[in-house]
Structure formats: structure tokens, C-alpha cells
């Protein structure tokens, strides 16, 4: 077998057993389908009712914020289920075993993908129900759900590096949270990036987490009749988006397997 | 076969290994005997592959453990410190995973999975997830992941750290059976008792260095044996203790003043605990307690070095096999 073959195949054994693990623990299960669903709630009723955009309804432009922000905070559960699997001694186990290097990390993405296609669904319905409406064809709704994923994918090898780094799940959900929030918040997922002062303005423009709001946006036909604001990034922000995924991929992928390398559980 | 030279671990200023040499041949158990720190799990992190040396030589069944891991990975079984395994998951789906780990192939995993909980007295448990086992339970699961590739060397981290003394005996026995079937095994610990029990070689290391190197008899012979352990009820008896004492012991009695206890080593067993029992009765002490007890890792250091071992107990909640072990001490004799 090549060794990529023997990558994928040792990492679908790993995927298997984390996907035990949900149907073991409903719970988190559960509780990360509750906060899609309270976020499109808060935000429909709380800001959809106050806040106005000119050439939108406020609440269709919310959505796709919705969705980016929950797939990003979705991916944290790779750094934390591996950081879980360090102090446990699991990852010790697996190192010790004749598996390809990179096959726990891919088994963890992998199966971390499962867990936010289900809490899209879940906003999905919830949007539907709250009056969000798709206005394009099935296939760009299609392709908006897909670029979440493959999105969300990318930041789970980033937060992968993060929980074999830091190895307590507690300070990988905290750090993460006071990096998220404000990379979630210094976009254009709730409000248009337009009124933001100076260097703001400019971060949020070219903040990958804007580009896949506004292309998901565009993909589900949310913008209103607003133009993109006059930057490459959200004039392209599916090309945008894809080329982040691609820079992310590059650099969390080799990194991450390098920390699985010399991973060690104290 | 295990063999590694001048292996040196550094973390900061740490040194966890100081230029360890070992050597276990094919078949045989060596027991790395050493207190909290003395680098055990170090050195059996080295020779698995999960930690890189400073410098030294590490070879594993024929390999050369820094330069082929991958290849000394299929070749051996590691029981860590902690038992290492999924508690979500049944004690078959841990042992299946490990298999398909190790590339058995799906039908063969499920065999060998259902093959060790068998042998492992844990077909009943065995399809329950692994956090409603017992102490005892979780590391006879470990200790089968370890086995699953039937591995040419087998490395065993404290396996009976933390059990209570009834599944500490069920473990000795499971890895009686285990050195009988001819495995290399290097276990590490901190019982003199379990070296003594499962090794046919002791090497005893503090402060990742070797400090002793022979069979349980020979560092039995070192150490002086079997001691007796007088708690009194009066401390004022203790010169009159002393003299009972003396008069049998082959070292220098101790004398633990705030605890009231002596000790000293003996040569008789029973014969001369009961000498001593009927001495102190005709002195008319009154004692506590009076036993006979092998010796600890604490003995052993404190003739080797002439210092305790820096922590006395090893962890919470620890049985301290050895003090006051009568029990276990006719047990032994039972299985010998
Ligand atoms: N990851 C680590 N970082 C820093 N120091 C460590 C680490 N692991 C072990 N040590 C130190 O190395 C020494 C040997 O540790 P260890 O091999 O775990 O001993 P043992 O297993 O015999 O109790 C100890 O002083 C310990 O504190
Ligand atoms: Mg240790």
C-alpha cells in the first residue's frame, strides 16, 4: 500500500472510534447542535428585529455569518478531542502503535466533519423555520454548504495543532475562544465591514472568515441587492476563500504532524 | 532482545537518564527497580519510540530503535504507566481498534480481541464501555492492547502502580503466565516485592543512573533479607527492644524513634520472629505491633546509597506491598 492508502486507512479506524465515541456521549452531541440553534434564534429575534442594513433583509444576511461563526467554533472540538486523547495517555498508545504518522489527525478531521454537517443541517432547519430562505438554485446551495466544510476542515487542522500543542482541553477551548470571537467579529459576518474605521476595515475585508460569509451569502442568494464592498477579496470571495483553505492546509497539515511526532502526554 | 548504552535524557535541567546501559536477553524479564523520578518511564518512552534519547544507543529486537521506529513499532507491546485506553469505547472495541492498528485485518482483529478479554477474565465486562471498569480491570485491558500483535518484546510501566492488593496479585499472576509463554520483557517498578516476583534480572536505577544490577537473591544478599519490624507501646522499652533485637539481626538495628519502631535484618523467617516475640515477652515489652516483612525498595536503597528514597510513597492512594505484608508473604510461598 502507499503510504498515503496506509494514511487513510489507519485514519478511517480512527474516525470509527471517534464516532463510537459520539453515539457513547450524546451529550456533547446534543449540546453542540443547542448553540447553532440558540445563535440563529438570539441573533433573528434580538438583532433581526433592531438592526437594518440598506438593500437586505437583515435576517438573510445574518445567516451566512451564523453559519461561518458556528462551523470555526465547530472545528475547536478537534483541538479539544486531541488534546483530550493527549492527557488520557491515548495518543501515547497510538504513537506506540505501527500506524502512519499522519492517521490520527486525519481520522480526527475526518470524523470532526461529521460533527459540523450536523450542526449545519440543524441550523439549516432552524434558519428555515425563522424565515430564511435559500434564492438561488440547489447546486449554489449545494457548494455554499460545501465551502463551511471544507472550511471548518481547514481550521480543524489549525485547532489540531493547537490541542496537541497545548494539551488541556480547558485552555483549548478558552484560547481558542479569545482568538475566534474576535477573528469571527472583525468581519463582515453580522454587520457589512463598510462602517468599520481605518485598519479595521481593512482587516476585516481581508479576514478569510468575511470572504466565506460573502460567499456563502452570494451562494445562497442573502446579499439583498448590496454590491461587495470594492476589494479583491470580497469581489473574488469564493476563489478568496478557497485560496485560504489551500494556505491554511499547507502550513497546519505538515506542522500538526510534526507536533503528533513529538507529542508527549506529562 | 533489549539492549541499550550510555542513553541520556536531558529535560532542562533535569536529567532524567545518566549514560543507562541495559541488557535483557531474548526470554528474559529484567525489572527496572527505581523510585518516583528515577527515569523508568523515561527509558521505556526511549526504547517505544515515543521519546527521542540526547545520546546512547537504543536497539529493540534486532533494531536500531532511533533509526528503524517503524519497524521496532510492529515488533513490540507497551503497557504505559497509565492505562491507555478509550473509555467510551467496550473493552472488545479497544482491543478490535488496536488490532486493525496494527494491521491484523478486520477478522483477525475481532478474534484476537475476543481471544484476550478470554484470557483476561473480561468476556463478561467485555462488551460494556472500559469507564465501568474497575482499577484493576482498566489495566488487564491495557495490559491485552499490549498483546495484540503477540509482540516479540513487551514493555510493562508500573503495571500494578495504584491497584489495591487483591488485583496486584491477580496482575503478578496474569504476568506469570505471560513471562512462562517466553516473552522479552522489561517491567519497571517500585516494589522490590514485584521485582522479586516477576524478574528473573534487577536492575535498580535513581536518578537515571544505575545504582545495582543482579538477581532478587543476589540484591536480596546485598540488602540483607528479611527484616523485623517492632512498633513499641512505651518509647523507654527501646533499649530493652534493642537488645532482643541484636541478638538476632545480621545489620545495624534501626531505630525510628517518633514512630517507635525498630528494624533489623534477619537471617531465620519465622524461627527468629518467633524468637523475638518470646524475648520480648520475657523483657516484658509491650509492643503494637511485630512482623516480618521482605525488604522494600526503601531497604534496598537505604544499603545501597545510605539515603531513603526521596518519596516514600510512590503515589495516592498507594498499597505499599512489603509493609506489612504477612499475608502476602505465605501467598508467595503458595505460588513459588
Ligand atoms: N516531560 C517532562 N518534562 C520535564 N521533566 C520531566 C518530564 N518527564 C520526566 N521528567 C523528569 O525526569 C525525571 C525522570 O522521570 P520519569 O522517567 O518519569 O521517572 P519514573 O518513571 O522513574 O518515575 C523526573 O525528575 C521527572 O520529573
Ligand atoms: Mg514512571
Known amino acids: 500500500m502507499s503510504s498515503l492508502a496506509l494514511a487513510l486507512a489507519d485514519g478511517a479506524v480512527v474516525a470509527k472510534r471517534n464516532l463510537i465515541k459520539i453515539t457513547r456521549v450524546p451529550e456533547v452531541l446534543i449540546w453542540t447542535t443547542m448553540s447553532p440553534i440558540m445563535f440563529v434564534l438570539l441573533f433573528a429575534y434580538v438583532f433581526g428585529g433592531s438592526i437594518e442594513i440598506a438593500g437586505a433583509d437583515y435576517k438573510e444576511y445574518l445567516m451566512a455569518g451564523i453559519f461561518a461563526q458556528t462551523v470555526i467554533f465547530g472545528s475547536t472540538f478537534t483541538g479539544a478531542g486531541l488534546a483530550e486523547d493527549m492527557t488520557k495517555g491515548i495518543i501515547d498508545r497510538f504513537r506506540s502503535l505501527p500506524i502512519s504518522k499522519a492517521a490520527v489527525l486525519i481520522g480526527r478531521t475526518g470524523s470532526d466533519i461529521f460533527y459540523n454537517a450536523i450542526s449545519i443541517a440543524v441550523m439549516s432547519l432552524t434558519g428555515l423555520a425563522v424565515g430564511w430562505r435559500i434564492r438561488t438554485s440547489l447546486a449554489e446551495a449545494i457548494a455554499g454548504l460545501l465551502l463551511l466544510l471544507l472550511f471548518s476542515y481547514a481550521v480543524s487542522w489549525i485547532m489540531a495543532y493547537v490541542g496537541l500543542k497545548v494539551s488541556s482541553v480547558e485552555v483549548v477551548n478558552n484560547a481558542s475562544f479569545m482568538f475566534i470571537m474576535p477573528l469571527v467579529f472583525i468581519a463582515n459576518t453580522f454587520v457589512p465591514s463598510d462602517n468599520l474605521p481605518g485598519p479595521l476595515r481593512t482587516f476585516a475585508e481581508w479576514n478569510p472568515i468575511s470572504a466565506l460569509a460573502q460567499a456563502v451569502r452570494e451562494l445562497f442568494g442573502n446579499t439583498g441587492s448590496n454590491p461587495p464592498a470594492d476589494v479583491w477579496s470580497l469581489q473574488n470571495p469564493v476563489l478568496y476563500t478557497l485560496i485560504s483553505v489551500a494556505a491554511i492546509l499547507a502550513v497546519f497539515v505538515p506542522l500538526s504532524i510534526r507536533q503528533y511526532g513529538k507529542a508527549a502526554a506529562r | 532482545m533489549i539492549r541499550t548504552s550510555g542513553l541520556v535524557k536531558r529535560y532542562g535541567d533535569v536529567v532524567a537518564l545518566d549514560g543507562l546501559d541495559l541488557l535483557v536477553p531474548q526470554g528474559e524479564v529484567l525489572g527496572l ?165 516477576l524478574c528473573d534480572d534487577i536492575v535498580v536505577i535513581d536518578k537515571g543512573r544505575k545504582i545495582a544490577e543482579g538477581t532478587a537473591d543476589q540484591l536480596k544478599k546485598q540488602v540483607g533479607g528479611e527484616r523485623i519490624e517492632v512498633v513499641l507501646v512505651d518509647l523507654a522499652d527501646l533499649p530493652a527492644a534493642g537488645a532482643v533485637l541484636r541478638s538476632l539481626a545480621v545489620d545495624e538495628v534501626q531505630i525510628d524513634e517518633p514512630s517507635r519502631r525498630l528494624t533489623a535484618g534477619v537471617s531465620g523467617g519465622v524461627d527468629d520472629l518467633r524468637l523475638v516475640l518470646q524475648g520480648l515477652s520475657e523483657a516484658g515489652v509491650a509492643v503494637v505491633d511485630v512482623g516480618l516483612r521482605r525488604p522494600t525498595l526503601d531497604d534496598v536503597f537505604l544499603s545501597l546509597t545510605g539515603h531513603h528514597t526521596e518519596e516514600e510513597e510512590p503515589a495516592a492512594g498507594d498499597a505499599k506491598p512489603g509493609k506489612g505484608a504477612k499475608v502476602k508473604d505465605t501467598k508467595k510461598e503458595a505460588v513459588r
Open chain 2, 33 to 197: 527497580l527505581g523510585p518516583n523520578g528515577a527515569g523508568k518511564t523515561t527509558a521505556v518512552r526511549i526504547l517505544t519510540t515515543l521519546l527521542e534519547a540526547d545520546s546512547g544507543e537504543a536497539e529493540v529486537a534486532g533494531l536500531n530503535v532511533q533509526t528503524q521506529p517503524e519497524k521496532v513499532k510492529e515488533r513490540i507491546g507497551l503497557s504505559g504507566q497509565n492505562a491507555a485506553i478509550d473509555e467510551h469505547l467496550t473493552g472488545f472495541e479497544n482491543l478490535d481498534m488496536v488490532g486493525r492498528m496494527y494491521h491484523l485485518g478486520r477478522r483477525r482483529s475481532r478474534e484476537r480481541a475476543r481471544e484476550l478479554l478470554e484470557r483476561f477474565s473480561l468476556t463478561d465486562a467485555g462488551d460494556r464501555p472500559a469507564k465501568t471498569y474497575s482499577g484493576g480491570m482498566r489495566r488487564r485491558l491495557d495490559l491485552a492492547a499490549a498483546l495484540v500483535a503477540e509482540p516479540q518484546v513487551l514493555f510493562l510501566d508500573e503495571p500494578t502502580t495504584g491497584l489495591d492488593p487483591r488485583s496486584r496479585s491477580q496482575m503478578w499472576e496474569t504476568i506469570q503466565d505471560l513471562v512462562r509463554g517466553g516473552s522479552t520483557v522489561l517491567l519497571t517498578t517500585q516494589y522490590m516485592e514485584e521485582a522479586d516476583q
